[in-house]
């Protein structure tokens, strides 16, 4: 059985992220409604009664918000950082594990890597799924790449990248300044170059699908960020680049 992910949705209005192998299915943040959820898990041919667990990145709305009402209404356990449950009052729920020092757990036959990356979050952590010998990445919400992201992020048969934002674009773009300093700097978010940046530094032998993800709808191009990633990416087999009301379809690692 191999690995497989999809994506009920990439954007500031809202993230999830789907992780499955066989029968067993992880949601990977929640930035939606119920209803919303229900609808997108659908599209993909699921419901929510077919998931295992609930894991969080972050306390940022977009991933957050969907994570207690779903998880009460279909009784999911939740895994999250101390930071992130401390970070925002979500009430009750009905199975919490704690994610202690970002150290690896399974559900199921699906091993998680916590990886801390710089974000203006208290406790962020994004993952790396693995099963036998297959890896992904789930990489997004991040200033900076370190070289413990890369040591981690390296290696992996698939990878969701964030590209966030062009540099332009932002500058000149609607946000006020302090929001513009926010998305820009250490603890914000990828632009096309920085995520290129880092697929060059680690290399793309043996990527089977990179996903471009988290693409601001103001103040970046899904034609930009594919400029900016051309060169760095050209040998991976298959790149395609997530929107906000679609996320993307199944993609299975061979």
Aim: aromatic share 6%.
């Amino acid at each position: 059985m191999a690995l497989r992910f999809a994506s009920l949705g990439s954007g500031s209005k809202g993230n999830g992220t789907l992780v499955a192998s066989g029968d067993h299915c992880l949601l990977v943040d929640c930035g939606f409604t119920i209803r919303e959820t229900e609808r997108r898990m659908a599209r993909l041919g699921l419901s929510p009664a077919d998931l295992g667990a609930i894991l969080v990145t972050h306390e940022h709305s977009d991933h957050l918000s969907g994570v207690a009402p779903l998880s009460r209404k279909y009784g999911l356990p939740v895994y999250l950082t101390p930071g992130t449950l401390r970070a925002r009052d979500i009430g009750k729920l009905p199975e919490v594990h704690l994610i202690e020092g970002h150290r690896p757990f399974s559900v199921a036959d699906i091993q998680v890597t916590p990886v801390a990356v710089p974000h203006d979050a208290r406790e962020a952590a994004q993952f790396v799924f693995r099963r036998r010998d297959t890896r992904l990445g789930l990489l997004t919400d991040l200033g900076t790449i370190t070289p413990h992201v890369e040591d981690h992020f390296g290696g992996c048969d698939a990878l969701v990248l964030e590209a966030n934002h062009d540099p332009q674009m932002l500058a000149q773009g609607p946000y006020p300044p302090s929001l513009k300093r926010r998305v820009g700097g250490a603890y914000g978010h990828l632009s096309n170059q920085q995520a290129a940046g880092f697929l060059q530094r680690v290399g793309c032998d043996g990527l089977q699908h990179l996903v471009v993800a988290h693409i601001s709808e103001k103040n970046n191009t899904v034609e930009l960020a594919r400029q900016a990633l051309a060169s760095a990416a050209e040998q991976v087999t298959n790149c395609i680049f997530a929107c906000q009301q679609q996320g993307f379809d199944w993609l299975e690692i061979e």
